[in-house]
Nanobody
Framework: QVQLIESGGGLVQAGGSLRLSCLASLRTFSTYGLGWFRQAPGKEREFVAGINWSGDSTSYADSVKGRFTISRDNAMRTMLLRMNSLKPEDTAVYYC???????????????WGQGTQVTVSS
C-alpha cells in the first residue's frame, strides 16, 4: 500500500526553524510530483509548496516565499520542507502529498500523509 509519513513537527517559538520530512513507500517515488499542504484550526487546507519529479522546479504559496524551502531526495524517497522565520500564523497540521503534478490544487495529488503538527508560539 502507498503510505506517506510526515515527521518533524513540534513546538517552536516565533522566528525559529523546523524541518519537516515526508517518507513515502511509493515504488516509483521519483516519478511523482510532491507537495506540502497545511490546515490550521477552523481553516481550509491550503497549499504550502510543491516540487516536480526531478526536483528542479518548485512553487510556493505567497505566505511562505523566502522562508520555506522544499526539496526532495529521490534515492531516499523523502521530501523535506525547511521552515525558517516561523510565525504564529504558520501553526497548522502539515500534510505531505504525492500525485500527478506539484501545483497548488489539492486534486492534483493522489496520496496523502496523516499530518504532523507544527505550533509556533509568539
Amino acid at each position: 500500500q502507498v503510505q506517506l509519513i510526515e515527521s518533524g513537527g513540534g513546538l517552536v517559538q516565533a522566528g525559529g526553524s523546523l524541518r519537516l520530512s515526508c517518507l513515502a513507500s511509493l515504488r516509483t517515488f521519483s516519478t511523482y510530483g510532491l507537495g506540502w499542504f497545511r490546515q490550521a484550526p477552523g481553516k481550509e487546507r491550503e497549499f504550502v509548496a510543491g516540487i516536480n519529479w526531478s526536483g528542479d522546479s518548485t512553487s510556493y504559496a505567497d505566505s511562505v516565499k523566502g522562508r520555506f524551502t522544499i526539496s526532495r531526495d529521490n534515492a531516499m524517497r523523502t521530501m523535506l520542507l525547511r521552515m525558517n522565520s516561523l510565525k504564529p500564523e504558520d501553526t497548522a497540521v502539515y500534510y505531505c502529498a504525492a500525485g500527478q503534478s506539484y501545483g497548488s490544487e489539492s486534486k492534483l495529488y493522489n496520496y496523502w500523509g496523516q499530518g504532523t503538527q507544527v505550533t509556533v508560539s509568539s
